[in-house]
């Protein structure tokens, strides 16, 4: 099957979920969340891992939603984290209904993620359950982290990337592997998708770092220059940091963690100085390397090429490149 | 092993536990709440069941320990949302910490919780997962209807019942059958255990209500009448309202909801009502109720009385009965 294909059928099986009745309280924000849609990419990931192994996905397709309600179970209780007001355009969970509403119903959305996983064949549950569980506390750790940085002083480029490997790519590793074992894949060539979906979700990040600063405003759907406006220390800024010289040094102080400032003004300035020091070029860089480290890995499964062709076009796809 | 030697060797077996390093702040949090101690209840309920059908407990205890760590999740989580300061004479840990470091360390402690269950032999490892699953989310749908309680107008003894057989009762039930499961119960055997333990867990949680109103303040260590002054609509308050004449209804109208009182005579007054209409005999009753059905389905599970003794002993120690 196709991406597309793939993707209606991920959409027709969620739609099939039940997560449970009564209190509606308590079930109805999960349908809801779940309802608001998104590209499906882990669910996608995981039948895309299969099929390089096998061409009868119907035993993969309850583990690979496991990937998506966990996913936006992360999402529920991000939001509230971050008093998040909107997610994909429509009202929070925290705001449509209250923090505590937000609180309960990603738990036990957490107990409805690791359901998915119980009919996976017995010989295989363990090591599944073990990785989807290490996988789960690593994104809580990236939050954790992600949430510390904010009040961090001193981030290093190296920190930065380890809270966008955790709370972003290692899902990403998780359910390509999870889809190559439960196609039948001997472990050696799981761990090569795994890393190949890991390096994938840097550079992904990293993509979503840039465009927030040099994206269009129209295609990237947000407004441009978010993350500066609230001193968001992402790559850019980070890179920015280290390399300015005294004079540039002082123009990112006097717009970085002020409290009172004009928006407009701001984004511009702190935009001069990523112009100076060249960080679009030096992301581009970065994101490119991570996006080679990823093909090398997909290069070693060892499956035929024409095989790999729909996930190769995924991965082309995610960073908007032609080939 | 005894009670007491069982509950030393939870204890020890629970410091070995270790949640994870980095950060700091996800994990200290867990480390906090895990060694502010408790009766822990739900292990030993697992070791005692698993006691009725086996002599070698090595196997059972880290499956034991999960519901312990699943429990106090559930506490973390449920102090947040009841914005409670105090947790067993402490500071909670969204006091002591914040609420964000309180979502996201509930939400590791609970894929912990789940790892602690993955060395269960393949043969019952989906059916204890299952049923954890299951009774995992009845937990959070008793908490949701307690929250929806405190604004519903209407709650009837029915709901509250089912209310606190969620909320609480299930987790002994599951406690016991896990441990009758993993010492090689038949499933009859260990659904006889589950229900014994549930009705134990609502016969515990009447009593707690009674003891809010008639305990010793001393040796109940909660201040006397504490549901009375927040309005928490117990199974002592809900019979009072079922059955008060139109005197009565008047005298709790005053009192009850009312955004401003004098918190001793609120107790007073209402006491005398449950009083008048003997709701602590009644309550008692429906304990004794619960309490007896709870040892008939002990008296079914096929072992040798004796070896029930200790499970007995710890039930009439919930109960605080001599016999």
Not at 76 to 91: E, F, K, S, V
Not at 124 to 142: K, N
Not at 173 to 195: H, I, K, V
Request: with cysteine; proline share 4%.
């Amino acid at each position: 099957m196709d991406i597309s294909a793939l993707t209606r059928t991920i959409n027709d099986q969620l739609a099939l979920l039940s997560y449970g009745d009564q209190p509606t309280s308590l079930y109805e924000p999960i349908r809801y969340i779940m309802a608001l849609g998104g590209k499906r990419i882990r669910p996608l990931l995981t039948l895309l891992g299969a099929q390089l192994f096998t061409d009868d996905l119907t035993p993969v397709l309850k583990p690979a939603l496991a990937t998506e309600v966990f996913h936006n179970f992360t999402l529920l209780h991000d939001d509230l984290m971050d008093q998040a007001p909107l997610r994909r355009g429509q009202a929070t969970v925290h705001e449509k209904w209250n923090p505590n509403v937000a609180i309960l119903s990603g738990d036990v959305m957490l107990v409805r993620a690791y359901e998915l996983f119980f009919d996976v064949p017995a010989a295989l549950l363990p090591t599944v359950l073990r990785r989807f569980s290490q996988t789960a506390a690593e994104v809580c750790e990236g939050q954790q982290w992600d949430m510390n940085f904010e009040i961090d002083s001193e981030v290093s480029i190296a920190q930065y990337l380890d809270m966008i490997r955790l709370k972003t790519a290692v899902l990403l590793g998780f359910a390509l592997e999870l889809g190559a074992l439960l196609g039948g894949a001997p472990a050696s060539e799981a761990d090569q998708l795994r890393q190949f979906g890991t390096a994938i979700g840097i550079a992904f990040q990293l993509r979503d770092d840039l465009l927030d600063v040099y994206g269009d405003a129209a295609t990237f759907g947000k407004r441009v220059g978010g993350d500066i406006v609230s001193d968001k220390k992402t790559f850019l800024l980070l890179t920015a940091q280290a390399q300015a010289s005294a004079a540039q040094q002082a123009v990112l102080q006097q717009h970085i963690g002020q409290p009172v400032f004009d928006a407009e003004r701001k984004v511009q300035a702190v935009t001069a100085v990523y112009d100076e020091l060249n960080i679009r070029a030096q992301t581009e860089a970065l994101i490119n390397e991570y996006f080679e480290a990823a093909l090398a890995h997909l290069e070693q499964v060892a499956v035929l090429a024409a095989r790999k062709e729909p996930l190769h076009r995924l991965a082309l796809q995610l960073m908007e490149r032609e080939s």
